[in-house]
DNA sequence: TATTCGTGGTA
DNA sequence: TTACCAAGAAT
Protein backbone atom coordinates (compact mmCIF):
# COMPACT_ATOMS: atom_id res chain seq x y z
CA UNK A 1 0.00 0.00 0.00
CA UNK A 2 1.33 3.65 -0.87
CA UNK A 3 1.02 6.01 2.13
CA UNK A 4 -1.87 8.24 1.60
CA UNK A 5 -1.26 11.75 0.19
CA UNK A 6 -1.12 14.30 3.03
CA UNK A 7 -2.65 12.11 5.72
CA UNK A 8 0.39 11.37 7.70
CA UNK A 9 2.77 7.89 7.59
CA UNK A 10 2.22 4.45 5.81
CA UNK A 11 1.03 1.73 7.79
CA UNK A 12 4.53 0.27 8.59
CA UNK A 13 4.35 -0.16 12.14
CA UNK A 14 0.94 -0.83 11.91
CA UNK A 15 1.10 -4.72 13.31
CA UNK A 16 3.68 -4.13 15.91
CA UNK A 17 1.75 -1.37 17.61
CA UNK A 18 -1.18 -3.28 18.01
CA UNK A 19 0.40 -6.68 19.16
CA UNK A 20 2.07 -4.29 21.85
CA UNK A 21 -1.27 -3.16 22.92
CA UNK A 22 -2.80 -6.42 22.92
CA UNK A 23 0.18 -7.71 25.06
CA UNK A 24 -1.03 -5.43 27.69
CA UNK A 25 -4.97 -5.10 26.69
CA UNK A 26 -6.21 -8.79 25.20
CA UNK A 27 -9.80 -10.13 26.98
CA UNK A 28 -9.33 -13.02 29.02
CA UNK A 29 -11.30 -15.60 27.26
CA UNK A 30 -11.84 -19.46 28.04
CA UNK A 31 -11.47 -20.63 24.27
CA UNK A 32 -7.79 -18.35 24.71
CA UNK A 33 -4.33 -18.79 25.32
CA UNK A 34 -2.69 -15.66 26.92
CA UNK A 35 -0.68 -13.46 24.46
CA UNK A 36 2.36 -14.32 23.42
CA UNK A 37 1.90 -17.63 24.52
CA UNK A 38 4.36 -20.26 23.10
CA UNK A 39 1.36 -23.00 23.45
CA UNK A 40 -1.02 -23.06 20.67
CA UNK A 41 -4.38 -23.80 21.60
CA UNK A 42 -6.48 -26.66 20.92
CA UNK A 43 -8.14 -26.73 17.31
CA UNK A 44 -11.04 -28.02 18.83
CA UNK A 45 -11.63 -25.26 21.61
CA UNK A 46 -11.09 -22.21 18.93
CA UNK A 47 -13.04 -24.11 16.00
CA UNK A 48 -16.09 -24.45 18.38
CA UNK A 49 -15.34 -20.87 19.93
CA UNK A 50 -15.50 -19.35 16.13
CA UNK A 51 -18.78 -21.41 15.00
CA UNK A 52 -20.17 -20.01 18.32
CA UNK A 53 -19.41 -16.40 17.88
CA UNK A 54 -20.60 -15.97 14.46
CA UNK A 55 -22.78 -13.42 14.59
CA UNK A 56 -23.48 -13.93 18.40
CA UNK A 57 -21.60 -12.01 20.89
CA UNK A 58 -18.80 -13.02 23.68
CA UNK A 59 -21.15 -12.56 26.73
CA UNK A 60 -24.05 -15.25 24.91
CA UNK A 61 -21.44 -17.49 23.97
CA UNK A 62 -19.08 -17.56 27.22
CA UNK A 63 -21.46 -19.59 29.34
CA UNK A 64 -22.52 -21.69 26.27
CA UNK A 65 -18.63 -22.36 25.07
CA UNK A 66 -17.71 -24.05 28.85
CA UNK A 67 -21.05 -26.00 28.85
CA UNK A 68 -20.68 -27.63 25.31
CA UNK A 69 -17.30 -27.93 26.00
CA UNK A 70 -18.05 -30.06 29.26
CA UNK A 71 -20.56 -31.92 27.55
CA UNK A 72 -18.07 -33.08 24.79
CA UNK A 73 -14.68 -32.34 25.45
CA UNK A 74 -13.02 -33.29 22.52
CA UNK A 75 -13.98 -33.47 19.08
CA UNK A 76 -14.62 -37.26 18.97
CA UNK A 77 -16.82 -36.75 21.49
CA UNK A 78 -18.72 -34.36 19.77
CA UNK A 79 -18.12 -36.77 16.63
CA UNK A 80 -20.10 -39.55 18.26
CA UNK A 81 -23.51 -38.06 19.98
CA UNK A 82 -26.70 -37.84 18.27
CA UNK A 83 -27.49 -34.81 16.08
CA UNK A 84 -30.70 -34.18 18.58
CA UNK A 85 -28.34 -33.77 21.20
CA UNK A 86 -26.08 -31.27 19.58
CA UNK A 87 -28.99 -29.25 18.05
CA UNK A 88 -30.95 -29.67 21.69
CA UNK A 89 -27.41 -28.02 23.23
CA UNK A 90 -27.50 -25.31 20.88
CA UNK A 91 -31.13 -24.27 21.25
CA UNK A 92 -31.15 -20.68 21.95
CA UNK A 93 -28.12 -19.84 20.51
CA UNK A 94 -30.00 -19.02 17.04
CA UNK A 95 -28.57 -19.94 13.78
CA UNK A 96 -29.16 -23.70 13.59
CA UNK A 97 -27.62 -24.92 10.67
CA UNK A 98 -24.22 -23.73 12.47
CA UNK A 99 -25.15 -26.96 14.56
CA UNK A 100 -25.84 -29.34 12.10
CA UNK A 101 -22.55 -28.25 10.12
CA UNK A 102 -20.45 -28.31 13.69
CA UNK A 103 -21.81 -32.05 13.92
CA UNK A 104 -21.36 -32.94 10.24
CA UNK A 105 -17.72 -30.95 10.76
CA UNK A 106 -16.75 -32.90 14.07
CA UNK A 107 -17.68 -36.39 12.30
CA UNK A 108 -15.24 -35.59 9.17
CA UNK A 109 -12.61 -34.23 12.31
CA UNK A 110 -12.60 -37.49 13.92
CA UNK A 111 -12.61 -39.86 10.96
CA UNK A 112 -9.54 -37.56 9.18
CA UNK A 113 -7.94 -35.04 11.56
CA UNK A 114 -7.58 -31.73 11.25
CA UNK A 115 -6.59 -30.27 8.04
CA UNK A 116 -3.52 -28.43 8.58
CA UNK A 117 -4.15 -25.66 6.07
CA UNK A 118 -6.59 -22.54 5.71
CA UNK A 119 -7.31 -23.91 2.09
CA UNK A 120 -8.06 -27.42 3.78
CA UNK A 121 -9.79 -25.83 6.85
CA UNK A 122 -11.97 -24.31 4.23
CA UNK A 123 -13.78 -27.31 2.84
CA UNK A 124 -15.15 -28.51 5.91
CA UNK A 125 -18.97 -28.01 6.48
CA UNK A 126 -19.46 -24.56 8.38
CA UNK A 127 -16.07 -23.28 7.69
CA UNK A 128 -16.30 -20.07 5.49
CA UNK A 129 -13.92 -17.49 4.47
CA UNK A 130 -13.78 -15.89 7.62
CA UNK A 131 -13.80 -19.50 10.14
CA UNK A 132 -11.31 -20.97 8.45
CA UNK A 133 -8.69 -17.92 8.19
CA UNK A 134 -9.49 -17.56 12.02
CA UNK A 135 -8.89 -20.90 12.74
CA UNK A 136 -5.89 -21.18 10.60
CA UNK A 137 -4.18 -18.02 12.51
CA UNK A 138 -4.91 -18.96 15.83
CA UNK A 139 -5.03 -22.38 16.12
CA UNK A 140 -2.17 -23.33 12.89
CA UNK A 141 -0.38 -19.70 13.40
CA UNK A 142 -0.76 -19.24 9.33
CA UNK A 143 -0.32 -15.92 8.16
CA UNK A 144 -4.06 -15.57 7.01
CA UNK A 145 -6.03 -12.73 6.06
CA UNK A 146 -8.94 -12.54 8.74
CA UNK A 147 -11.58 -10.51 7.76
CA UNK A 148 -14.78 -10.70 10.30
CA UNK A 149 -16.96 -7.74 11.09
CA UNK A 150 -14.26 -5.88 13.24
CA UNK A 151 -11.82 -5.99 11.16
CA UNK A 152 -13.92 -4.84 8.27
CA UNK A 153 -14.38 -1.92 10.70
CA UNK A 154 -11.04 -1.43 11.85
CA UNK A 155 -9.40 -1.36 8.01
CA UNK A 156 -12.59 0.46 6.41
CA UNK A 157 -11.15 3.07 8.97
CA UNK A 158 -7.42 2.71 8.91
CA UNK A 159 -7.72 3.46 5.27
CA UNK A 160 -10.67 5.81 5.06
CA UNK A 161 -12.40 3.99 2.53
CA UNK A 162 -15.67 5.85 1.88
CA UNK A 163 -17.39 3.01 -0.32
CA UNK A 164 -20.01 0.87 1.67
CA UNK A 165 -18.01 -1.81 2.44
CA UNK A 166 -20.42 -4.38 1.25
CA UNK A 167 -19.32 -3.02 -2.55
CA UNK A 168 -15.61 -2.19 -1.19
CA UNK A 169 -14.76 -5.71 -0.19
CA UNK A 170 -11.87 -6.24 -2.68
CA UNK A 171 -10.36 -3.02 -1.37
CA UNK A 172 -11.12 -3.96 2.53
CA UNK A 173 -9.28 -7.59 2.03
CA UNK A 174 -6.37 -5.45 0.28
CA UNK A 175 -6.25 -3.23 3.35
CA UNK A 176 -6.12 -6.57 5.79
CA UNK A 177 -3.84 -8.05 3.69
CA UNK A 178 -1.59 -5.14 3.67
CA UNK A 179 -1.86 -4.78 7.56
CA UNK A 180 -1.62 -8.49 8.44
CA UNK A 181 2.14 -9.22 10.10
CA UNK A 182 4.07 -12.42 9.48
CA UNK A 183 5.02 -12.90 12.87
CA UNK A 184 1.91 -13.77 15.69
CA UNK A 185 -0.86 -14.28 13.03
CA UNK A 186 -3.51 -15.66 16.41
CA UNK A 187 -2.60 -12.94 18.26
CA UNK A 188 -2.47 -10.17 16.07
CA UNK A 189 -6.22 -11.55 14.33
CA UNK A 190 -7.61 -11.47 17.87
CA UNK A 191 -5.90 -8.59 18.60
CA UNK A 192 -8.30 -6.88 15.91
CA UNK A 193 -11.02 -8.47 17.26
CA UNK A 194 -10.65 -6.93 20.69
CA UNK A 195 -9.78 -3.79 18.90
CA UNK A 196 -12.85 -3.46 17.33
CA UNK A 197 -14.82 -4.62 20.52
CA UNK A 198 -13.38 -2.28 23.26
CA UNK A 199 -12.15 0.69 20.98
CA UNK A 200 -13.00 1.10 17.18
CA UNK A 201 -16.49 0.34 18.15
CA UNK A 202 -19.34 0.88 16.19
CA UNK A 203 -20.50 3.80 17.89
CA UNK A 204 -18.58 6.38 19.55
CA UNK A 205 -14.91 5.04 19.29
CA UNK A 206 -12.69 5.63 21.55
CA UNK A 207 -9.86 7.16 19.49
CA UNK A 208 -8.03 8.45 22.75
CA UNK A 209 -6.94 4.89 23.67
CA UNK A 210 -6.52 4.01 20.27
CA UNK A 211 -2.60 2.20 19.93
CA UNK A 212 -3.15 2.50 15.70
CA UNK A 213 -4.50 6.39 15.81
CA UNK A 214 -1.20 7.08 14.22
CA UNK A 215 -2.23 5.02 11.24
CA UNK A 216 -5.81 5.62 11.18
CA UNK A 217 -6.85 8.14 7.56
CA UNK A 218 -10.33 8.36 8.76
CA UNK A 219 -9.26 9.88 12.06
CA UNK A 220 -6.83 12.08 10.31
CA UNK A 221 -10.18 13.63 8.07
CA UNK A 222 -12.37 13.06 11.21
CA UNK A 223 -14.62 10.38 9.80
CA UNK A 224 -14.26 7.77 12.29
CA UNK A 225 -18.40 8.21 13.55
CA UNK A 226 -19.36 8.06 9.55
CA UNK A 227 -17.20 4.63 8.45
CA UNK A 228 -17.81 2.07 7.93
CA UNK A 229 -20.82 2.95 5.13
CA UNK A 230 -23.46 0.64 5.31
CA UNK A 231 -26.15 0.59 3.06
CA UNK A 232 -29.56 1.14 5.03
CA UNK A 233 -32.00 -1.95 5.71
CA UNK A 234 -35.11 -2.75 4.28
CA UNK A 235 -38.11 -3.00 6.50
CA UNK A 236 -38.70 -6.16 7.99
CA UNK A 237 -42.02 -7.89 6.62
CA UNK A 238 -44.45 -9.46 9.42
CA UNK A 239 -45.51 -13.03 9.35
CA UNK A 240 -48.36 -14.32 11.01
CA UNK A 241 -49.12 -18.24 11.87
CA UNK A 242 -50.92 -20.39 14.85
CA UNK A 243 -48.39 -22.39 17.40
CA UNK A 244 -50.04 -25.48 19.50
CA UNK A 245 -49.18 -26.05 22.76
CA UNK A 246 -50.61 -28.87 23.84
CA UNK A 247 -50.41 -29.86 27.49
CA UNK A 248 -50.96 -33.29 28.93
CA UNK A 249 -52.25 -33.85 32.60
CA UNK A 250 -48.75 -34.33 33.98
CA UNK A 251 -47.52 -30.95 32.64
CA UNK A 252 -45.60 -32.25 29.11
CA UNK A 253 -46.28 -30.37 26.07
CA UNK A 254 -46.77 -31.80 22.57
CA UNK A 255 -44.10 -31.38 20.26
CA UNK A 256 -43.00 -32.48 17.09
CA UNK A 257 -38.84 -32.89 15.34
CA UNK A 258 -38.76 -29.95 12.37
CA UNK A 259 -37.75 -30.87 8.70
CA UNK A 260 -33.81 -30.90 8.25
CA UNK A 261 -33.58 -27.88 6.28
CA UNK A 262 -35.00 -24.45 6.73
CA UNK A 263 -35.94 -22.65 9.37
CA UNK A 264 -35.11 -24.35 12.62
CA UNK A 265 -34.50 -26.95 10.58
CA UNK A 266 -33.82 -30.37 12.37
CA UNK A 267 -34.90 -28.80 15.99
CA UNK A 268 -37.18 -29.24 18.39
CA UNK A 269 -40.63 -27.50 18.02
CA UNK A 270 -44.04 -26.96 18.65
CA UNK A 271 -46.80 -27.96 16.33
CA UNK A 272 -47.90 -24.77 13.97
CA UNK A 273 -49.64 -23.51 11.12
CA UNK A 274 -47.37 -22.05 7.82
CA UNK A 275 -46.29 -18.83 9.06
CA UNK A 276 -46.77 -16.53 6.03
CA UNK A 277 -46.51 -12.68 5.14
CA UNK A 278 -49.88 -11.14 4.78
CA UNK A 279 -51.80 -14.07 5.94
CA UNK A 280 -53.62 -12.77 9.11
CA UNK A 281 -55.69 -15.46 9.22
CA UNK A 282 -56.30 -16.35 13.21
CA UNK A 283 -56.52 -19.43 12.22
CA UNK A 284 -59.72 -21.89 13.15
CA UNK A 285 -58.30 -24.17 16.24
CA UNK A 286 -57.73 -27.54 14.88
CA UNK A 287 -60.67 -29.18 17.59
CA UNK A 288 -63.19 -27.11 19.31
CA UNK A 289 -61.13 -27.10 22.85
CA UNK A 290 -58.27 -25.28 22.08
CA UNK A 291 -58.28 -21.91 23.35
CA UNK A 292 -56.88 -18.99 22.25
CA UNK A 293 -53.82 -17.21 24.93
CA UNK A 294 -52.69 -14.12 23.29
CA UNK A 295 -50.00 -13.53 20.48
CA UNK A 296 -46.23 -13.89 20.80
CA UNK A 297 -44.17 -11.33 18.56
CA UNK A 298 -40.54 -12.79 17.61
CA UNK A 299 -38.42 -10.84 15.36
CA UNK A 300 -35.79 -12.61 13.26
CA UNK A 301 -33.08 -11.15 11.09
CA UNK A 302 -35.49 -10.67 7.72
CA UNK A 303 -38.89 -10.64 9.33
CA UNK A 304 -41.14 -10.58 12.09
CA UNK A 305 -43.35 -13.54 13.53
CA UNK A 306 -46.57 -13.09 14.76
CA UNK A 307 -47.77 -15.67 15.85
CA UNK A 308 -51.28 -16.88 17.84
CA UNK A 309 -50.87 -19.27 20.29
CA UNK A 310 -53.76 -21.80 21.21
CA UNK A 311 -53.48 -24.24 24.08
CA UNK A 312 -55.31 -27.21 24.85
CA UNK A 313 -54.98 -30.60 27.40
CA UNK A 314 -54.43 -33.56 25.69
CA UNK A 315 -54.33 -37.18 26.28
CA UNK A 316 -52.33 -38.68 23.53
CA UNK A 317 -50.08 -37.32 20.90
CA UNK A 318 -50.75 -37.31 17.39
CA UNK A 319 -48.54 -39.24 14.87
CA UNK A 320 -45.29 -37.58 14.37
CA UNK A 321 -45.55 -35.96 17.36
CA UNK A 322 -44.62 -36.54 21.22
CA UNK A 323 -44.75 -35.01 24.77
CA UNK A 324 -41.58 -33.88 26.56
CA UNK A 325 -41.05 -31.98 29.69
CA UNK A 326 -38.05 -30.72 29.10
CA UNK A 327 -37.87 -27.81 26.77
CA UNK A 328 -34.79 -26.24 27.14
CA UNK A 329 -34.12 -28.32 23.57
CA UNK A 330 -36.64 -25.46 22.37
CA UNK A 331 -36.05 -22.56 20.29
CA UNK A 332 -36.54 -19.23 22.39
CA UNK A 333 -39.66 -18.31 20.18
CA UNK A 334 -41.32 -21.79 21.03
CA UNK A 335 -40.25 -21.47 24.81
CA UNK A 336 -41.81 -18.02 24.41
CA UNK A 337 -45.53 -19.65 23.11
CA UNK A 338 -45.48 -22.30 25.93
CA UNK A 339 -44.43 -19.45 28.58
CA UNK A 340 -47.47 -17.51 27.59
CA UNK A 341 -49.41 -20.40 27.53
CA UNK A 342 -48.18 -21.57 31.05
CA UNK A 343 -49.33 -18.00 32.46
CA UNK A 344 -53.15 -18.34 30.90
CA UNK A 345 -52.90 -21.99 32.56
CA UNK A 346 -52.51 -20.98 35.69
CA UNK A 347 -54.74 -18.09 36.15
CA UNK A 348 -57.47 -20.30 34.97
CA UNK A 349 -56.15 -23.33 37.54
CA UNK A 350 -56.37 -20.03 40.45
CA UNK A 351 -59.73 -20.27 41.62
C1' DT B 1 -24.59 -10.37 -5.67
C1' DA B 2 -28.62 -10.96 -2.73
C1' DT B 3 -31.32 -13.69 0.34
C1' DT B 4 -32.02 -16.84 4.06
C1' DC B 5 -30.87 -18.28 8.11
C1' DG B 6 -31.90 -16.35 15.47
C1' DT B 7 -31.25 -14.08 19.41
C1' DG B 8 -30.35 -10.68 23.00
C1' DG B 9 -28.26 -6.35 24.30
C1' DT B 10 -27.92 -1.46 23.60
C1' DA B 11 -28.80 3.58 22.53
C1' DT C 1 -39.55 1.95 20.70
C1' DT C 2 -37.23 1.20 16.89
C1' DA C 3 -32.86 0.33 14.95
C1' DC C 4 -28.74 -1.55 14.98
C1' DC C 5 -25.78 -5.11 15.27
C1' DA C 6 -22.28 -9.38 17.18
C1' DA C 7 -15.68 -13.34 15.77
C1' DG C 8 -20.82 -15.32 8.96
C1' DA C 9 -22.14 -19.46 6.01
C1' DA C 10 -24.71 -21.47 2.42
C1' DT C 11 -27.05 -21.04 -1.68
Known amino acids: ?39 RPDPYRVWLSEVMLQQTTVAT ?18 AAAPQEDVLSEWAGLGYYARARNLHACAKVVAEQGWPQTEEGLRALPGLGTYTAAAVAAIALAERAVVIDGNVERV ?6 IERPVRQAGAEVRAGAAALTPAARPGDYAQAMMDLGAGVCRPKRPDCLLCPVRPFCD ?3 RGLT ?3 PVRVPKKPRPVRSGVVYVGVRPDGAVLCERRAENGLYGGMLGLPSSDWKEGG ?9 DWVNVGEVEHGLTHFIL ?11 APSGTFFTDDLSGLPTVFRRCVALASVHAAANDAP
Open 1 to 39: MSVAGGEGRGKDGFASALLDWYDDHARILPWRVPPGSDE
Open 61 to 78: VRPRFERFLERWPTVSDL
Open 218 to 220: AAA
Open 306 to 316: KLTVQTARLGD
Open 280 to 288: ADAGAPVAS
Open 155 to 160: VARIFA
Open 225 to 227: EEL
